[in-house]
């Protein structure tokens, strides 16, 4: 165990490392739409390397089990209350990569979407939150601290504190935000008639927000520690902007919020022994990408030229990730500028059609795949030259973290984590590992999009840059101890 770490333990008078239970509605590779699952996925292994035992709980969901089930062990069954609604509720436990991962298992609930989306949604999840509280004290693992993520497990502090007293008395909840857009909002009745919470909390002082009960508002007011995703956003969420009617709470706990950047599961993405890509390559023999760059091209119907530069996006295609900067610009970047694009998203309809629409105007020079497909994700990773990503807001954003180890190079918008991660290119100095512009406006993207592509016709410059961005290290490995530091100090 580190030094560090027996010190912070021995001032609380302990020897042993706190057991941890992470609770989220996706976990990679078991189920995935976005980085959440990402990090719930990796985290746990790097916490384990540090002598830390983490679990995740997660819902049995639909792909899982058409992927795992023969490796999937049936712990117990029992029935879960959930108002005036009992539901069989299944603990399976699956081993990854030396992880133990509980999953949640009722068909109604899991077998079809990871999210139903409207109120289904809400029942989907507040049954996921009474199965989590019922089954902890019949599991073989009793965790000290419990780390929750996003709205979907949110209200597991409140309820443990306000409903189970007994028995989580000495139990420690963390709070990590991945996105405070997604609140989790419902009508009090509602709330009332899944999880029996009190009247008395439908107020602003604990869940109450815009007239509605939001899920993620009773995580902040109960946890005993909130974090989010990078210390930018930690600060942004504090302000009216991106705060979502959450910045007043947050800011009167400041003191318990910090951020922690995440980092990339640093194994599966790896130029050198990607086996999706069509040839291996490292920051000193970079060959290997003009071979998946001319592929790609190839698979997505572009012209196979190794001249052109090629800009990508990997993305959920909502208002998030900055598509109203990609509307206004894409007809005058690709009217104007001897350019590739391709977009690898989906979502929605309105910006997946605006792609659809810009394919057939830019036959051979732009694709969108409309899909989630993470293979392809490899290989445009692999072959793009830039990747945009021009965020409204990013809690963290990983796919410029994946696109650098691929020596792919960012151009993003400031804000959040992509601030914490991308060093701008500085033409004076030379540094920088991506390209950079401050405010939300198509302007400014594009200033950065036309000294990438400065960038591009001068190859020593070029490839300054891409051996920085293959040289930053966004390995878990870091963040998992700042991890281990919050968990021991909530102790
Ligand atoms: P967010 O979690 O907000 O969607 P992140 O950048 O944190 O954004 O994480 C997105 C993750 O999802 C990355 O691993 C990215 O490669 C992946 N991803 C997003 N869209 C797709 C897609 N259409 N196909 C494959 N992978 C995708
Ligand atoms: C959310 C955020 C994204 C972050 C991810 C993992 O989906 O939108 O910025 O990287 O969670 O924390």
Not at 100 to 128: H, M, P, T
Not at 379 to 404: H, N, T
């Amino acid at each position: 165990m580190k030094k560090e770490f027996k010190q912070l333990l021995s001032d609380k008078g302990r020897k042993k490392l706190p057991d941890v239970l992470l609770a989220a509605a996706e976990c990679a590779p078991l189920s995935k739409t976005g980085g959440l699952a990402d990090v719930v996925g990796t985290l746990p292994k790097s916490l384990k390397e540090l002598g830390i035992d983490a679990r995740v709980i997660t819902p049995y969901h639909r792909c899982i089990k058409d992927k795992y089930s023969a490796s999937v062990e049936h712990l117990f069954g029992f029935y879960v209350n959930l108002g005036w609604r009992t539901q069989y509720c299944g603990i399976e436990r699956l081993v990854l990569e030396g992880v133990i991962i509980y999953l949640v298992d009722n068909e109604f609930y899991f077998g079809d979407k990871i999210y139903k989306g409207g109120y289904e949604e809400g029942e989907q999840y507040a049954f996921f939150t009474r199965a989590v509280l019922e089954a902890l004290p019949k599991l073989d693992f009793a965790p000290e601290v419990v780390n929750c993520n996003d709205w979907h497990t949110a209200m597991l502090p409140m309820l443990a504190k306000t409903q189970y007293a007994e028995k989580y008395g000495s139990v420690r909840w963390l709070l990590t935000i991945h996105n405070i857009a997604f609140q989790g909002k419902f009508g009090f009745d509602y709330v009332q008639d899944l999880l029996s919470v009190d009247e008395k909390y439908y107020t602003s002082e604990f869940m109450e927000l815009n007239g509605c009960a939001s899920f993620l508002k009773a995580g902040c007011v109960f946890a005993d520690r909130i974090n989010t995703v990078s210390p930018t956003y930690a600060e942004e969420i504090k302000t009216a902007y991106f705060g979502e009617g959450l910045e007043g709470i947050l800011s009167a706990r400041t003191n318990e919020l910090s951020g922690i950047i995440n980092g990339i599961d640093v194994k599966s993405f790896n130029p050198y022994a990607d086996t999706e890509i069509a040839a291996n390559y490292h920051k000193g023999r970079l060959s290997g990408k003009k071979l998946c760059k001319l592929s790609l091209q190839e698979q997505m119907g572009l012209e196979c030229r190794e001249d052109v530069p090629l800009f990508a996006m990997v993305t959920r295609m909502t208002e998030q990730k900055g598509f109203e900067l990609v509307q206004f610009m894409l007809d005058e970047l690709m009217s104007y500028n001897d350019m590739q694009f391709i977009m690898l998203g989906t979502g929605d309809k309105e910006y997946e059609d605006f792609m659809r629409g810009a394919e057939a105007r830019y036959k051979g020079r732009l694709c969108a795949y409309i899909g989630y497909n993470e293979a392809l994700s490899h290989k445009v990773y692999s072959g793009a030259d830039f990747l945009l990503m021009p965020s409204r807001f990013e809690p963290c954003g990983l796919s410029q973290m994946i696109a650098m180890r691929y020596g792919t190079l960012p151009i993003v918008r400031e804000t959040g984590g992509l601030k914490d991660s991308v060093i701008p290119y500085n033409r004076y100095t030379g540094e920088g590992n991506g390209f950079s512009f401050a405010d939300f406006n198509a302007h400014e993207m594009k200033d950065a999009i036309l000294l990438a592509l400065e960038c591009y016709s001068k190859p020593e410059t070029m490839q300054a840059l891409i051996r920085n961005a293959m040289e930053a290290d966004f390995s878990f490995k870091k963040s998992a101890e700042e991890y281990a530091r919050l968990y021991i100090c909530m102790l």
